[in-house]
DNA sequence: TCATTATTGAAAATGATTTTCAAAGTTTCT
DNA sequence: AGAAACTTTGAAAATCATTTTCAATAATGA
């Protein structure tokens, strides 16, 4: 799978004109072995650990790339930090969010995702893409709040 | 109805010990004069053409208050300027954003918000909020492009 | 009115992201 | 391989929306 994106990575760049260096393929490998929803400052750090020479703007302009290739989505909390996530070709998923301690879950939901189709059809639109974030209070969360009351 | 939001906005402010100020009336009044989905940009430059004298940081500090108060509610496109829009206690809708022309539909759906609500308990979250925004593009902008082709 | 406390505007600070630019690296052409 | 042509890079500076600071001003309650 790793490899497949890899090889995605390399057509995108080809048909771009992209030019292959040391610091694109070092961040792809890094972003790829995460499964996290990881920030660009998390992203840079972890680069930076086995690579120090690799600077932010180059992670920077790296995640954008990734997302222009289609293996990258961002995801953009209220916390003022944009997220990436893995995303692949087809494939789509949308988040449940704990708004005490950020923690992310990912779900699908077919019968939405048509209802959301139907519903852009409605109104003359053709449907891209959707943004859906289900906000609340994960079981942990709740948990502890109710151990903290009784 | 804008009546009923500024009784609304009068008592949270009572409840908070927040003292009531021209700056804040006019605000108020501009923004429950608008209909639309305005940043504070466009807010600010609106408030000021008819009072020079109030500040930026006011306009922000005040809209903060209005989504506190339960008035507004914040709308976070990717174009980088926080949007607020009217809110009303219980109500409740979605977006849909034209990616060409950055239009911006209402909607409701109760089916999806039920389904939403499912999805929440079915991983023992307790729903809070929700955000989805269908991105696609809008009927003038199909049109358009087509006239464009042919 | 006076004392207390909140609010304001202007300017400075913040912080994530983008841009600039000279140096270094990659590719292409011969 | 060598050289021209063009990309990419890192560091620092710039941007830009938003927040904070702070001294001055205004609202409130006694």
């Known amino acids: 799978m ?3 994106k890899k090889k995605a990575f ?4 080809a048909k771009k004109g992209l030019r292959s260096t040391r610091q694109r393929e070092v961040i792809l490998d890094i972003f790829l072995s995460t499964h996290e929803h990881l920030s660009i400052e998390e992203l ?3 680069v930076r650990a086995s690579n120090p020479g690799i600077g932010q703007a180059t992670v920077y302009r790296t995640l954008k790339l990734f997302v222009e290739a289609g293996l990258a989505r961002e995801l953009t909390l209220s916390d003022g930090h944009t997220r990436y996530e893995h995303q692949m070709a087809g494939e789509h998923h949308d ?3 704990c708004l005490n301690c950020n923690a992310i879950i990912e ?3 077919e019968t939405i995702e048509r209802l959301q189709k139907e519903i852009a059809e409605r109104h003359g639109f053709k449907l891209v893409t959707h ?4 906000c609340g209070i994960c ?3 709740r948990k502890a709040a109710i151990e903290k009351v009784s």
Chains 1, 2 share one sequence.
């Not at 390399?10 to 760049?13: D, E, K, Q, S």
Request: proline share 4%; glycine share 0%; net charge negative.
């Open 2 to 4: 790793i490899a497949e």
């Open 131 to 134: 943004k859906m974030q289900l």
């Open 10 to 13: 390399n057509a995108f760049a």
């Open 95 to 97: 988040h449940l969010i």
């Open 107 to 109: 779900f699908e939901d």
């Open 44 to 46: 840079y750090l972890k």
């Open 139 to 141: 079981p942990s969360c």
